[in-house]
């Protein structure tokens, strides 16, 4: 039986996907992104999750497609981690090439190793970005930084990527797994649906005007006021405890 090149691990509230490809820099090829779009889509049916990581196996997270190498088919995976509903960290442990880093950019948190890069060579192979690079880089590091970076296929280190925000912290590799494990449980802690809530109007208020975006954040706003997380969250900061959060 093959063993499965993605892995995901259930615990405390968190699901952990890890890429395990790890003979090829854990490329993508047509297997892997069926078996993460599974996983992806079962996540969202899943209430017991509430925050997801994203790593590889080894230290690489991801060093791009086989499509890129063999000018085939295109396997979209930063789509399917896009459609998670729930706040997905990337825990870059490694270089992010090509579509390695538009999986990465598809995540809402990116913390990553010293010793990662992060670029998209593809330009000097007479492509372009296909996953969602050209759209989301743009939208983190700004659209100057963003035409540069894929203009030039230039390769950055993680200091670099710190500087224009590509990721919101650089840690030794020895701490990653340790800081990821903390974001994600601190995030985890959090009335999930305030959670969601606060992803799509981020999300979905980057493409609306600023009225139409304070609509929809006023919105969700009031519907948080409508479930019992709400009503645990008032009655354990009057009682002086931790809230225990259902999701409800």
Do not use: W
């Amino acid at each position: 039986m093959a063993k499965p090149l993605v892995i995901v691990k259930k615990s405390e509230h968190i699901a952990n996907i890890t890429l395990n490809h790890p003979d090829t820099g854990n490329i993508v090829n047509l297997c892997l992104g069926q078996e993460l779009e599974e996983i992806c889509r079962q996540i969202n049916q899943d209430d017991d999750i509430n925050v997801v990581t994203i790593t590889g196996v080894g230290n690489i997270f991801c060093v791009g497609s086989e499509s890129e190498k063999k000018q085939s088919q295109q396997f979209g995976l930063a789509l399917s981690v896009s459609k998670i509903e729930k706040p997905v960290i990337a825990v870059i442990n490694g270089d992010a090439l090509g579509q390695g880093l538009e999986l990465a950019l598809a995540c809402d948190v990116r913390i990553a190793t010293q010793e990662a890069h992060f670029g998209f060579p593809s330009v000097s192979e007479g492509l372009i970005p296909t996953d969602g690079g050209t759209q989301r880089l743009p939208r983190i590091v700004g659209k100057g930084k963003a035409l540069e970076l894929i203009f030039t296929g230039d390769i950055i280190e993680a200091a670099e990527a710190l500087k224009i925000g590509l990721v919101s912290k650089v840690v030794p590799s020895q701490f990653l797994p340790a800081e990821a494990e903390t974001l994600a449980k601190l995030m985890a802690s959090k009335a999930p649906i305030a959670l969601r809530y606060i992803k799509e109007a981020i999300n979905n208020g980057l493409d609306l005007t600023m009225e139409q975006g304070l609509r929809l954040e006023a919105d969700l706003y009031f519907l948080l006021h409508t479930t019992d997380d709400r009503t645990e969250g008032i009655r354990s900061f009057l009682q002086k405890r931790t809230p225990g959060f259902k999701g409800k």
